[in-house]
């Protein structure tokens, strides 16, 4: 079961197709926008499982990263959308969910977690 973070974006929603189509199951997050694919539609709630899940929330991530039996993690960072916190905000939220990921990546049956973001978020 891979985990993607950003899943409910452009590219997650396309990696998610990818990783379905090499044989791999899959955990969407979102935050806030739940969105529905047609890439995805046919797999929904059998092979994908859209999960809202706050990266930042440490015992909420490991919950979920356990609860799925994640194997892996894909990571997309978003840079902050207009109307969101503050700078100083926005880092110490992008900052916790890195860590969440990195730890959650120690965890007992994680194998590989890849990170990729814009470098507007860091």
Request: charged share 15%.
């Amino acid at each position: 079961m891979i985990l993607i973070n950003g899943g409910m974006g452009f590219i997650g929603m396309n990696a998610a197709r990818r990783f379905l189509d090499a044989g791999e199951d899959v955990v969407l997050t979102y935050h806030n926008t739940q969105r529905q694919s047609p890439l995805l539609a046919a797999e929904m709630g059998k092979r994908v499982n859209a999960v809202r899940l706050d990266v930042a929330n440490t015992h909420d991530y490991y919950d979920t990263v356990r609860r799925f039996g994640v194997t892996g993690i894909l990571y997309l960072a978003a840079p902050p959308v207009r109307g969101g916190p503050t700078a100083p905000g926005e880092t110490n939220m992008q900052l916790n969910g890195l860590m969440n990921v990195l730890g959650a990546s120690q965890l007992p049956g994680v194998r590989r977690a890849l990170i990729a973001s814009s470098s507007t978020v860091y």
